[in-house]
């Protein structure tokens, strides 16, 4: 099993930026990719970002290529999404999530089902 943790989220003018962070235990951190999602009010969850299992591969969204960006650093157990020039519709909660079949499939995924030890989720606010 893997336990992840969201933080970082809150509040912020539409152009700013946030850090949101993914920390994990459990199941060897380094053995899986790890994803981001998010669900605004009413709306299904939707694929942000993901990332390989050792960095080397990321893949984004449309809505947010450019402006996101996602890393990790293994010895810290910890993936992080960095937000720039956010906007109102980048509003939602915030989850990470696990991908442990990507290393053998050789691909990062974007369906919700294909992820899970979901973390309980950050709040981000953009205002305009």
């Known amino acids: 099993q893997v336990q992840l943790v969201e933080s970082g989220g809150g509040l912020v003018q539409a152009g700013g930026s946030l850090r949101l962070s993914c920390a994990g235990s459990g199941r060897t951190f380094s053995r899986y990719a790890t994803g981001w999602f998010r669900q605004a009010p009413g709306k299904e969850r939707e694929f942000v970002a993901a990332i390989s299992w050792g960095g080397g591969s990321t893949l984004y969204a449309d809505s947010v290529k450019g402006r996101f960006s996602i890393s990790r650093d293994n010895a810290k157990n910890t993936v992080y999404l960095q937000m720039n020039s956010l906007k109102p519709e980048d509003t939602a909660v915030y989850y990470c999530?696990?991908?442990?079949?990507?290393?053998?499939?050789?691909?990062?995924?974007?369906?919700?089902?294909?992820?899970?030890?979901w973390g309980q989720g950050i709040q981000v606010t953009v205002s305009s």
């Open positions: 999530a696990a991908d442990f079949d990507a290393v053998g499939l050789g691909i990062l995924r974007t369906r919700t089902t294909a992820y899970e030890g």
